[in-house]
T-cell receptor
Framework: EDQVTQSPEALRLQEGESSSLNCSYTVSGLRGLFWYRQDPGKGPEFLFTLYSAGEEKEKERLKATLTKKESFLHITAPKPEDSATYLC????????????FGKGTHLIIQP | EPEVTQTPSHQVTQMGQEVILRCVPISNHLYFYWYRQILGQKVEFLVSFYNNEISEKSEIFDDQFSVERPDGSNFTLKIRSTKLEDSAMYFCASATDNYGYTFGSGTRLTVV
């Protein structure tokens, strides 16, 4: 069964304190790994897609990396506006539609 | 920036009633989806829609659910007879290809 597990469930950081969020996945035939940001009461907002091990993508203070079993979302010198829930998702194995999401990491950046 | 628009933002309905959730996808997108998120739980895939028909549906998407694209712009999710456990945020998404999704802000459905 396809699985996506994110850790930690919640993370509180001081402004400027860098850290990483983890997404472990189990899927047959990875067709991409997606990172989204979700603000309270809003829909997920697309951040990155990674397709192969070793790939990295960056956007402002965020950098996503991918290995064969997990992905990391590194946040460098975060600001309070980076506070959100970060979701990881993969397409299911077998070519099926839809995305399988993890439960997310709730990130709080304190000023 | 183009966006996916969902209405209403919040709907309260009595158990057993029918509800229709509405979405206006981005105009040049070809793939349409509904997802739901029960409070405190994962975002879950319900159904995908392409070329005016359902491409795929999850186990959650049973006979109580249906989708329609009644005209060139709207995409609707109907729940025929709501249950308490249907209370959730429902997200519409659209995409130009299979996974480049843009999600709407969601409809919070509360069944009482």
């Amino acid at each position: 069964e396809d699985q996506v597990t994110q850790s930690p469930e919640a993370l509180r950081l001081q402004e400027g304190e860098s850290s990483s969020l983890n997404c472990s996945y189990t899927v047959s035939g990875l067709r991409g790994l997606f990172w989204y940001r979700q603000d309270p009461g809003k829909g997920p907002e697309f951040l990155f897609t990674l397709y192969s091990a070793g790939e990295e993508k960056e956007k402002e203070r965020l950098k996503a990396t991918l290995t064969k079993k997990e992905s990391f979302l590194h946040i460098t010198a975060p600001k309070p506006e980076d506070s959100a829930t970060y979701l990881c998702a993969v397409p299911p194995g077998g070519g099926a539609d839809g995305l399988t999401f993890g439960k997310g990491t709730h990130l709080i950046i304190q000023p | 920036e183009p966006e996916v628009t969902q209405t209403p933002s919040h709907q309260v309905t009595q158990m057993g009633q029918e509800v229709i959730l509405r979405c206006v996808p981005i105009s040049n997108h070809l793939y349409f989806y509904w997802y739901r998120q029960i409070l405190g739980q994962k975002v879950e895939f319900l159904v995908s829609f392409y070329n005016n028909e359902i491409s795929e549906k999850s186990e959650i998407f049973d006979d109580q659910f249906s989708v329609e694209r009644p005209d060139g712009s709207n995409f609707t999710l109907k729940i025929r007879s709501t249950k308490l456990e249907d209370s959730a945020m429902y997200f519409c998404a659209s995409a130009t290809d299979n996974y480049g999704y843009t999600f709407g802000s969601g409809t919070r459905l509360t069944v009482v």
